[in-house]
């Protein structure tokens, strides 16, 4: 809806060949603009539209309708001959309490009539939708909660989906990263589809052919041609999970591409342009992973233009019993009983919202309604994330731990990569203690791993085809 409403905007001005729109926040951020080219990315910096009248607005609150204003421009945002630019009509929209749309005319005409109450109908209308999507606030998954900091993040949520610039969303696993991508892609209105590249699970040699695509014999192995995200998310979003795991041969093309949305389909000579938003997530501090080369600091500065820190569980525990309530499907159908909210409560939830869910529906599973506080516990005690925030077990402990009592590579290791629990560092961090022990021959370390010798050209080309050599 959003994203027709602006469109609807855009097209009415391209008919004025020579206008300005823009939506901006009370703060004076630029979230959007089309048509006549602006400096900066707010008010008080920015050059090439009004700002005396913006900033009557944000003091004021209340829309500004005025006919033949001359507005400056410095030689950085216009062309010479463009210097000094003859506004004859400005409208300023409230949109609600924190956004407001700019409409100008530029040096052509004045607007009629007829379009300053278009124009104000498609603000009503803009403001209709966000009232729509703020009231849809509740059941939004592992961003439920009344807390401040998830009060702040789907404020912050709605105000970037009016955004075309890239987010990178930051957070432990399971807090929610991809829920939030979800939002931001349904707030946005984008009509195209909403397009997830796990990176953790796609083969390094595959990852170029799965964002951009292949035509058939483009290598030796492309047998048809393959359409790669960037088409399939054409009008829409594309949301790179892990972006931290993009092998780093690969970071500079995703760079160029996040910058000019211009890509390269695998044996064409072509390039073509992609209309998508693209949105980021990792559970790495990403500071660390370029001090240690593994990320191109240019790449994340670019991605870094617009930034959704989700605080974990153990931070906001004042929202676990919305989380519950709202997830209570997984209890299937049970009650809670004596003592059951304060297990809740009493835990940290190392692995945040999907360790919740996972305790719920095993608790679901297996205990009769009512169930109490100590079958939570026993859940609880039962669940892989053992690791305590004041003294941290490390991720490979527990896992050589547990490859110990016996359980499986494919268990412990296979799995929780594929599901995004384990990222490529720490499965290499394992192999690398696994390989040293066993003399450094994958062969030799089979039963360390509890892995039949039969599977071993499939261990192998799981090793190999990730890239998680150590």
């Known amino acids: 809806m959003i994203e027709s409403i602006k469109n609807k905007l855009w097209n009415i001005l391209k008919k004025k060949k020579v206008s300005l729109a823009m939506i901006y926040d009370r703060e004076g951020e630029i979230l959007w603009h089309k048509g006549r080219v602006i400096s900066g990315k707010n008010i008080a910096e920015g050059e090439g539209f009004c700002r005396s009248y913006i900033l009557d607005s944000l003091e004021s609150g209340a829309g500004i309708d005025e006919e033949n ?29 924190e956004l407001f749309l700019y409409i100008d005319s530029g040096t052509k005409e004045a607007f009629s009539e007829t379009e300053h109450g278009i124009f104000h109908t498609l603000g009503e209308l803009l403001s209709d939708s966000i009232t729509q999507i703020e009231k849809k606030e509740t059941g939004t998954g592992g961003i439920t909660g009344k807390s401040e900091e998830m009060k702040k993040i789907r404020d912050i949520a709605l105000k970037y989906s009016l955004e075309e610039e890239p987010v990178l969303i930051l957070g432990e696993t399971g807090v929610g990263k991809s829920h939030i991508a979800e939002l931001l892609h349904q707030y946005s209105g984008r009509l195209g589809k909403f397009v997830v590249v796990n990176t953790p699970t796609i083969q390094e040699s595959l ?3 799965v964002m951009f695509g292949h035509i058939k014999g483009a290598f030796t192995d492309a047998r048809f041609d393959r ?15 892990e972006i931290s795991e993009i092998p780093p041969a690969l970071q500079t093309k995703m760079l160029r591409f996040i910058e000019t949305r211009k ?28 001090e240690k080369e593994e990320f191109r600091e240019d790449l994340y500065f670019r991605l870094h233009v617009l930034e959704i820190r989700i605080p974990p569980l153990r931070e906001r525990k004042e929202d676990l019993k919305e989380l519950v309530m709202d997830m209570r499907r997984y209890l299937n159908g049970k009650e809670p009983g004596e003592k059951f909210w304060e297990a809740i409560f009493n835990h940290d939830w190392p692995g945040n919202v999907r360790e919740l869910i996972t305790v719920l529906k095993r608790a679901g599973i ?29 991720i490979t402990g527990r896992i050589l731990k547990d490859l110990q009592a016996g359980k499986s590579f494919w268990e412990v290791v296979k799995k929780p990569f594929l599901n995004r629990d384990l990222n490529r560092s720490e499965v290499k961090e394992v192999m690398g203690v696994v390989l040293k022990s066993g003399g450094g021959k994958y062969k030799d370390v089979l039963a360390d791993l509890n892995i039949e010798p039969e599977d071993y050209k499939k261990f192998l ?3 190999n085809d990730n890239g998680l050599k150590p």
């Not at 945002?77 to 949109?95: C, E, G, T, Y």
């Not at 960037?230 to 790179?240: L, P, Q, S, W």
């Not at 693209?278 to 660390?288: G, P, Q, S």
């Open 69 to 97: 204003v001359i507005i400056t421009s410095s030689a950085k945002a216009m062309s010479k001959s463009a210097m000094r630019l003859l506004v004859k009509s400005v409208v300023i929209q409230p949109v609600n309490k």
């Open 207 to 209: 990852f170029e052919s």
């Open 227 to 241: 359409k790669g995200a960037a088409a399939e998310a054409e009008g829409g979003t594309i949301f790179i999970d």
């Open 263 to 290: 890509y390269q389909v695998l044996g064409e000579s072509i390039e073509r342009k992609a209309d998508v938003r693209i949105l980021a997530a990792t559970n790495k501090e990403m500071r660390r992973a370029i």
């Open 366 to 394: 297996e205990y009769d309604s009512p169930i109490t506080g100590r079958e939570i516990e026993q859940v609880i005690s039962q669940s892989s994330y053992k690791k305590s925030f004041g003294m941290e077990i490390s």
């Open 461 to 463: 080309n799981f090793i």
